[in-house]
């Protein structure tokens, strides 16, 4: 079964320092040896691009080939900052290129991601 990380037990519910997307990553990283990891994003309010980049430095680019980050009940704007980012990372360091995997426990998450395109 994937391991799964309620980031409001973790972080505050906005994500707006380096520091803690650092220290996010390093909680990540001690789920190394699965394929798969599920962030549930339930009650996180806000992310800073900041934050954004250094989550995208710390996991996408620099630990891409050990598993896989499963993006859970993120508000739409969340997954709009960490695809924004993502887009302009791929200019420092080439990036393997998945597609991202949302999921909702909640359909009122879901119509949000969905309606906000």
């Known amino acids: 079964m994937m391991p799964e990380l309620k980031l409001v037990s973790l972080l505050p519910t906005t994500l707006d320092s380096r520091e803690a997307a650092t220290r996010l990553a390093d909680i990540v990283r001690e789920y190394s040896d699965k394929k798969q990891i599920e962030l549930d994003f339930s ?17 996408y680019l620099r630990d891409s080939d ?6 859970k009940n993120a508000d739409a704007s969340i ?16 990036v393997k290129k998945t597609h991202q995997v949302a999921s909702y426990n909640d359909l009122k998450q879901m119509e949000s991601f969905v309606m906000s395109w």
């Open 79 to 94: 997954i709009r900052m960490l695809d924004a980012v993502s887009k302009t990372q791929t200019k420092r360091k080439a």
């Open 43 to 59: 009650g996180i309010e806000f992310m800073s691009r900041s934050f954004a980049d250094q989550f995208h430095k710390e996991l």
């Open 66 to 71: 050990i598993f896989e980050i499963v993006i």
